[in-house]
């Protein structure tokens, strides 16, 4: 079991920037990767950036250049910095981790982009 801590959402204008961190905890030693999903209201749940153990990084097209996956092994975090936020990043944002136990989801954080 890997259980999955999230923090970092909130209200943000247009152009501004959020962080948001996950913390892994329980069988972190069978995660051999972890990303961030976003679900929009009335959208289907898209991938937006994914880290892989190695390193490793693959980005949604429409966040390229704006935003950052990292990832800390020290401490099973990792982190999505966002710049440039623009209302159609508005979602909830999930963290997703790949495991050998199977893939594991976080409760959801929502981010909301207005002015």
């Known amino acids: 079991q890997v259980q999955l801590v999230e923090s970092g959402g909130g209200l943000v204008q247009p152009g501004g920037s959020l962080r948001l961190s996950c913390a892994a905890s329980?069988?972190?030693?069978?995660?051999?990767?972890m990303g961030w999903y976003r679900q929009a209201p009335g959208k289907q749940r898209e991938l937006v950036a994914r880290?892989?153990?190695?390193?490793?990084?693959n980005y949604a097209d429409s966040v390229k250049g704006r935003f950052t996956i990292s990832r800390d092994n020290a401490k099973n975090t990792v982190y999505l910095q966002m710049n440039s936020l623009k209302p159609e990043d508005t979602a909830v944002y999930y963290c997703?981790?790949?495991?050998?136990?199977?893939?594991?989801w976080g409760q959801g954080t929502q981010v909301t982009v207005s002015s």
């Open positions: 329980g069988s972190i030693f069978s995660i051999y990767a």
């Open positions: 997703h981790v790949e495991s050998l136990a199977g893939p594991y």
């Open positions: 880290i892989t153990s190695g390193g490793s990084t």
